[in-house]
């Protein structure tokens, strides 16, 4: 079982930064992806980035440029950094890891863009 803990979110004017964390832990072995995706309100989730195993990255369209996704091995933290923070980025992040086939999701903190 793997559990994954996240933290970071609150509230920001836009043009803003915000830096999500997300720490694995549990039955954690090999190579593994790991994903943020947000669900703003009456929308549905939405993948923006993804670390792979092998490290590469990518991005969804709308948060390229200005998100990054990174990764501490040795801590098995995921991060989400924010910047340039527009207000529909207001969501709930959700980080979430798969390993053999089997997804687990973190609790999903609140990011609210507003003036």
């Known amino acids: 079982q793997v559990q994954l803990v996240e933290s970071g979110g609150g509230s920001k004017q836009p043009g803003g930064s915000l830096r999500l964390s997300c720490a694995a832990s549990?039955?954690?072995?090999?190579?593994?992806?790991m994903n943020w995706y947000r669900q703003a309100t009456g929308k549905e989730r939405e993948l923006i980035a993804t670390r792979h195993g092998g490290g590469t990255t990518t991005y969804a369209d709308s948060v390229k440029g200005r998100f990054t996704i990174s990764r501490v091995y040795a801590q098995n933290t995921v991060y989400l950094q924010m910047n340039a923070l527009k207000p529909e980025a207001t969501a709930v992040y959700y980080c979430?890891?798969?390993?053999?086939?089997?997804?687990?999701w973190g609790q999903g903190p609140q990011v609210i863009v507003s003036s």
């Open positions: 549990g039955s954690i072995f090999g190579t593994y992806t």
């Open positions: 979430r890891l798969q390993q053999v086939g089997v997804a687990y």
